[in-house]
Structure formats: structure tokens, C-alpha cells
T-cell receptor, first 114, second 114 residues
Framework: NAGVTQTPKFQVLKTGQSMTLQCAQD?????MSWYRQDPGMGLRLIHY???????DQGEVPNGYNVSRSTTEDFPLRLLSAAPSQTSVYFC?????????????FGAGSRLTVL | TQLLEQSPQFLSIQEGENLTVYCNSS?????LQWYRQEPGEGPVLLVT?????EVKKLKRLTFQFGDARKDSSLHITAAQPGDTGLYLC??????????????FGQGTILTVHP
């Protein structure tokens, strides 16, 4: 099993540009989430989803959009990138049967906004 | 304000030494996880503790959940260079289903020198 796959691994944007970070999981997990990791701050929740068609905001949602059209995919969209969004982004998934809080993470996407 | 305070943030020790990492909060958690992360990769789950006072052992690693479910500790005995990495605690808030929404501590960067 591939687990959680994130693309791209690295991305450089200019301020104001838009882009989408892709996340796909092949474990049939119902719960998916996006976190950002910044030095000295651990991971902070951006958005999460409890199933296809259902999303909600986390701790730091401003500047980001998500959608969940299928169980497998959970893309994160930056509408107008800002330098404050320079970070490493992690997608994670889990399910009720194995434990909603037992997260499987992707390898991360490092984003730099100039 | 960090809901989960993790300490110390940096730990540099010699092979064979013992160490303890602490994770403290004023909030009650339904469960607490410890993750380990290596450079360029996503966090990987080490353990989940769910019962107040619970102690779990994973080889040379001992995890404890506080009686009031507000704090946790990770103790490593006879540290080895392979233990080097970023250790993260993460908690699911008590009351209701968390759907994989975790609050993370700032992380502890452990370096074990040969």
C-alpha cells in the first residue's frame, strides 16, 4: 500500500500566485486532514474532513480552501499565496475502526513563498 | 498560546544516557499520541495512551499518561544514535469524537552522539 501520497514535494511560489497541494490515500480512511509545520510550533491543523463532501476548519484556516469530492483525495488550495504561508504541509488520514486519532501522515510538501 | 507545552525543545546527549521529554497542558485529553519524525518525512506514530495513569513500553521507550489525562512523558533508556529525531506529542481533546483533529506540542529535537 502507498498510504498517503502528497505532491509536489517542493514548490516555490511568488506572492499572489495560487496553487493546489495534492493528497491521496489508498487505505479507505474516512477522516483526512491538513497540517502545517513551522519551526518551534509543532503541527497546526488547517482543515479537516470526516468524509466525502464534508469539510470543516481547523486552527489556522485563513488563506486555504479544501474540498473532498472522493474518499481518496483531499486537495489543499492556496488562493493567493503570502510569505506567511511558507511552511511544510502534511496531509494525514485515519479511520474510526483503527482509531480516529491514529494518523498516517504523508511525506510532506515544502512550500516557499517569495 | 500553545495548548500542549512540550519540553525541552532541544536535547543533545551522549549514547547510553537516559532522557525524559515532557508534555503538559491545563486541558484534559481523551487520548495522547507520541510521534517520531525524521528529516524530510512525515511523523510516524510511536504509541497512543488513553487511560489516566497508563504506562506503555516500547523496547527502551516508556510512555506515561498522567492520572488526570492532562500530561504525558516519554522516557528513553540508554539512548542510541538511531533515536535521533524530532519527537512530537499530540492530544485529542476530551468530549466528543475528534475525527483525527489533534493538538500538537512544539516538538523536541533529540540528538544522540556516538
Amino acid at each position: 500500500n502507498a498510504g498517503v501520497t502528497q505532491t509536489p514535494k517542493f514548490q516555490v511560489l511568488k506572492t499572489g500566485q495560487s496553487m493546489t497541494l495534492q493528497c491521496a490515500q489508498d487505505m479507505n480512511h474516512e477522516y483526512m486532514s491538513w497540517y502545517r509545520q513551522d519551526p518551534g510550533m509543532g503541527l497546526r491543523l488547517i482543515h479537516y474532513s470526516v468524509g466525502a463532501g464534508i469539510t470543516d476548519q481547523g486552527e489556522v484556516p485563513n488563506g486555504y480552501n479544501v474540498s473532498r469530492s472522493t474518499t481518496e483525495d483531499f486537495p489543499l488550495r492556496l488562493l493567493s499565496a503570502a510569505p506567511s504561508q511558507t511552511s511544510v504541509y502534511f496531509c494525514a488520514s485515519s479511520n474510526r475502526r483503527s482509531g480516529a486519532n491514529v494518523l498516517t501522515f504523508g511525506a510532506g510538501s515544502r512550500l516557499t513563498v517569495l | 498560546t500553545q495548548l500542549l507545552e512540550q519540553s525541552p525543545q532541544f536535547l543533545s546527549i551522549q549514547e547510553g544516557e537516559n532522557l525524559t521529554v515532557y508534555c503538559n497542558s491545563s486541558s484534559v485529553f481523551s487520548s495522547l499520541q507520541w510521534y517520531r519524525q525524521e528529516p524530510g518525512e512525515g511523523p510516524v506514530l510511536l504509541v497512543t495512551v488513553v487511560t489516566g495513569g497508563e504506562v506503555k513500553k516500547l523496547k527502551r521507550l516508556t510512555f506515561q499518561f498522567g492520572d488526570a489525562r492532562k500530561d504525558s512523558s516519554l522516557h528513553i533508556t540508554a539512548a542510541q544514535p538511531g533515536d535521533t529525531g524530532l519527537y512530537l506529542c499530540a492530544g485529542a481533546m476530551a468530549g466528543g469524537t475528534s475525527y483525527g483533529k489533534l493538538t500538537f506540542g512544539q516538538g523536541t529535537i533529540l540528538t544522540v552522539h556516538p
